[in-house]
């Protein structure tokens, strides 16, 4: 905490707009930070920039229709809210689901992490002055699109797993291609830590900047990787498993002090990480249908409510639906784990310099598409 | 928008059904309307790759792709013809001078009214000509390759369409575009102080070229206090970035000019420091004399360049090359133009022809600080093992120069910026005391081992 | 800490607050609801949770409209229609309400914490009238209460004593109403 | 002082080790593709522009239904006396709404399907009235759009390369 000493100086604070189009907001985020000299006395996050009111759009669509709206909540990592809304939509209506069926989503969920880690590594580089890991990552980033393209067709808005199963079962070449990828790209997360993660610029940049403490984190709710950064390990994988993930084995990665390099080399292990799950679903992956029977056009469910959470690549990603026996969800709450993240910065900003302040933002890792819904 | 005129009601169907197209085969003729401007003419049947080559296919054995046997096969060409251009070319000192000669000789014979000092100013002037030319062409070339190295690390193209081979005309064309670019800059500028700043920016880079020694006796100017000369007139362009920032009327690149200028100042005095041991040992000022103090091979075929000297030269090498990227204003260092929330730094107000300007100054800073690594610490234009003199040492210099412009390029697309007080706490605690302690290291060599 | 389990839990809660009703078939599917009738028992509850039981993280706070079935007058209509369609064609499809589910005029607050080191997840209920939906607030429990109860404000307009600034944070200033709300209408603002 | 070396050291040892990245990445072929002179070609499940054949469809309304942003739209072909028979006069979509889910294709009861996703990823709109295409009996797959100021329908323009000449029709 850097105190100003305000001698007789008359100083007046200064108010500036981190406007919605920014470079470093990733996203239409206006932070309103009054300024004293070159400390940030004070933070005002301000959202609801891409609020498209998707939780009252779904009170009107079938369930089927449902999973597509949310491809668009955190567009980088669309698999996962798939995931998350077919889970609690299986959960109302007591599906069962084909158990090759389960290894494709968890496979494609994983895969879908290292794509969103990967454009986090490109982008918090950018915001900390270094180009070249951008376009690294992002040529990584391609070839997990590429994998995503040969199975459901799109690149951003799979709208792959569906109630009961998944679209399309992996075409024939798909799975050698993944474990091609795979050992390529342990060499490449070797590379990044020489090029980034441990240049001594980059840690001076962020060693000791931004300090989240265990207690702070809980009281702010946070969760992902920015929570596992303070020290507390909880990842939802782990602690309410789901899917499949009782029978994988996998680490969870903790950080210590909960500072911006902390979070960042966080989520650089857990992408080592997701490299070990998806070796492990595709040397099990069991032969099967992939969708699961009696699974009608139009479902409408026995009224009742469910929740369920997955550990998405920005932390626990819940969805809480209310089913009144109509064939549209009755209420559809979504537990979006960047809108949560976000509120942090109220006051993990005070007291830092500016230039820290675009390396904290980063840090945090939000997507606007998820903080505004 | 366009009102939007609600359609009829689409026809009925013809009356007569449409011939039946077999099921599944498009229509031969595809209406391809003349009304899209063809951007690329040439280029309109797009060649279809197969299914995306990825790294793992491409990069085991990049020799199997034959862009990549073409690509190394002209750089190869371009070099070896460059060696055998040098190799025929020779020195050019000689015959420079017996030309100075010949034009004094015809001076006197037939233009007698002429006063005597007339040729040799005819002299100074076609030598400043070349050097200010030097800077220019080096600004094309070095922004092009600057573009097509950073791609190549980032495993891009980078141009490709300006020129004929790889897009070499883009930094022409980048130069016509500033030209044709309209200057709009803020009414409440103080116009007069605005257009001088980037004049008072440039012109004392093109001052500095004079002592640089391009090969043996090809120097511009063989100055007595050529380091001083360079120092002097080099800080003077702070001055004309902080009248940037001020005169610009904006918060923004007021605060990116005063910063910029408090890293100039401070990464002068290491600069200048790390240089007093090698000053002492070459006994003067001038570099002509400090690239001729390096000629020599130890045991026959080791150079006697400054930088193999065991511990001072390395050290001295190693500030002396940190304090010249920060002169440069590049990154690590360039927290003046980047830093997020300072948008553009002192020149956010400039665009056109003075933005090229500035743009050009960093192009020419970049220049010559490899020219001073080269003469200080490679003894410039001396060749690396004895038997290779036979090619001329404008041409050594020219590749230790081109060697240290990569090495600048190198780091601005491999490090993260740093922050304005940690860079000022490494410059003054960490760079200036090492300074100070390489001088004291530096007493055995000035005195007691002549080497 | 006593081993916590879920039926120890529902001992603790009833001892302690006799007026907090446990929802026999659990509502939540895998997380046992506890309804409470008034703002303090909510708040006891909560607290009671937070200190005594170990729940000490706070998944999320929301709301529920029991109204009934979402009226379509609340959705904007499609500005520009596909222009083949006769005039008028496009209607919002309207949703039927499911007769024989028993709506009721309330808003219901759900909020569930959970317990990592028990892996055990409990939810706490509490109906509101429609007329002045009040609750205390739990900042002062959790921070991320903050910006949970600005948005369930915002979109079902829930007011929350005690909260530092309880203003809108995700639709723009010129909405007025509370979207969410079964019974919202869509009032034509200049963008539309 | 042994710290201080270290520290140092490490700095330097660091700072090479991520030069050395860059440096082995230039002499790499590169990755990237010039774009209008080389295309890739997407892989066969793409879902691109949608394209659709009159002929075999039979007017059955079950991709109207199962669209989620209701951007379908098509009118039977009616016998003189006013009845609907399994023949589409005119189809149209809205291109501004649709997001490409691919759940029409799904519907579709016709073998081989007749709206399904070409290969196309250069769709080109050039007015908000013109996104959505219409397909009367005899027009080419991709379609026709209403141009209001001359009053006809005409094929969609775009320098696009036929790529959804490439059947991946199922």
Known sequence: MIETHSSSLKTDQMFINLGPQHPSTHGVLRLGITLDGEVIVKAEPDVGYLHRGTEKLCEVRGYHHCVVVTDRWDYVSAMTNNLVFCLAAEKLMGLEIPARANYLRVAMCELNRIASHLLFFGTYGIDIGAFTPFLHAFREREMVLDLFEMVCGARMTYNYIRLGGVMADAPPGWADKTSEFLKYFKTKLREYDDLLSFNPIFLDRTKKVGIITAEQALDWGLSGPNLRGSGVSYDVRKTFPYSIYDKLDFKVCVGEAGSCWDRYYVRMREMAESVKIVEQCLAALPSGDIMAKGVAKIPTPLPGEAYAHVEGARGDLGIYLVSDGTSCPYRLHVRAPSYINLAILQEALVGLRVADMIAVLGSIDIVLGEVDR | ?451 | MTEISVSGIVEIIKKRYPSITVAEPSLIKGVTSFKASSGTDYLGVIRAFKEDLGFEYLDFLTAVDWKGAVDARGYIMDPNPNPFLPEGAVEQSEVKANPNFQYRDHFEVVVVLSNWKEKLKAAVRIELTRGNPRLPSLYDLWKTADWQERETFDLLGIEFEGHPNLKKILTPDFIQGHPLRKDYVHVKDQYD | MIGYFQTIYRGFADTFKGLAVTWRHLFKPSITVNYPLAKLKPYERFRGALLFDAVTCIGCNLCVKACPSDCIALENQKTPEGKKIAKVNWYSIDFGKCNFCRLCEEACPTKPKSVWHSLDYETVFYARNQMSRIWQQGNPWMGTYYDAGEKIYKTPEGDQIPIEEIPSRR
């Open chain 2, 1 to 451: 928008m366009a009102e939007l005129a609600t359609p009829p009601p689409p026809p009925t169907p013809a009356p007569a059904p449409a011939p039946k197209p077999p099921a599944n085969v498009m229509p031969p003729e595809k209406a391809v309307p003349a009304g899209i401007r063809k951007v690329f003419a040439k280029h309109t049947e797009g060649t279809l790759l197969p299914n995306r080559l990825w790294p793992t296919d491409v990069w085991p054995n990049p020799w199997k792709s034959a862009s990549y046997r073409r690509g190394a096969l002209v750089l190869s060409a371009l070099i070896l013809a460059g060696t055998g251009a040098a190799f025929f070319l020779r020195e050019i000192g000689v015959p420079l001078a017996a030309l100075r000669e010949t034009l004094h000789r015809f001076a006197e014979a037939n233009l007698p009214q002429v006063p005597s000092w007339a040729a040799e100013a005819v002299w100074i002037l076609a030598k400043a000509l070349v050097v200010l030319h030097i800077i220019l062409f080096n600004g094309l070339f070095l922004v092009w390759w600057e573009r097509k190295i950073s791609a190549h690390m980032q495993s891009r193209l980078g141009p490709i369409f300006t020129g004929k081979w790889h897009g070499v005309l883009q930094t022409a064309a980048d130069g016509i575009k500033l030209l044709l670019k309209e200057d709009a800059a803020p009414k409440e500028k103080d116009s007069w102080l605005h257009s001088l700043a980037p004049a008072l920016v440039f012109v004392p880079v093109l001052i500095c070229f004079t002592p640089v020694p391009w090969g043996r006796d090809l120097e511009a100017a063989n100055l007595d206090a050529g380091v001083l000369y360079i120092f002097a007139w080099a800080g003077l362009s702070v001055l004309g970035i902080v009248l940037a920032g001020w005169a610009s009327a904006n918060k923004y690149s007021l605060l990116g000019g005063l910063r910029s200028a408090a890293q100039f100042v401070s990464y002068e005095l290491p600069r200048s420091f790390s240089l007093v041991p090698l000053i002492a040992i070459a006994g003067s000022l001038s570099l002509t004399k400090i690239a001729g103090y390096q000629e020599g091979y130890w045991f026959g075929f080791f150079p006697k360049w400054f930088l193999f000297y065991p511990v001072v030269g390395q050290i001295s090498f190693v500030i002396f090359l940190i304090a010249s990227v920060a002169e440069t204003n590049r990154t690590p260092f360039d927290i003046a133009e980047a830093e997020s929330e300072l948008v553009g730094g002192f020149h956010t107000e400039y665009s056109g022809m003075k933005f090229s300007i500035f743009f050009l100054t960093e192009y020419a800073y970049v220049l010559l600080a490899s020219c001073l690594l080269t003469t200080f610490f490679m003894g410039g234009g001396a060749a690396p093992l004895p038997f290779l003199s036979v090619l001329p040492s404008w041409f050594w210099f020219l590749g230790k120069t081109l060697f240290f412009m990569f090495c600048f390029l190198w780091f601005r697309w491999t490090f993260p910026r740093f922050k304005i007080d940690r860079l000022l706490d490494f410059n003054w605690k960490f760079l200036l005391p090492w300074s100070f302690v390489n001088i004291v290291l530096a007493l055995p060599y000035i005195y007691l081992w002549k080497l």
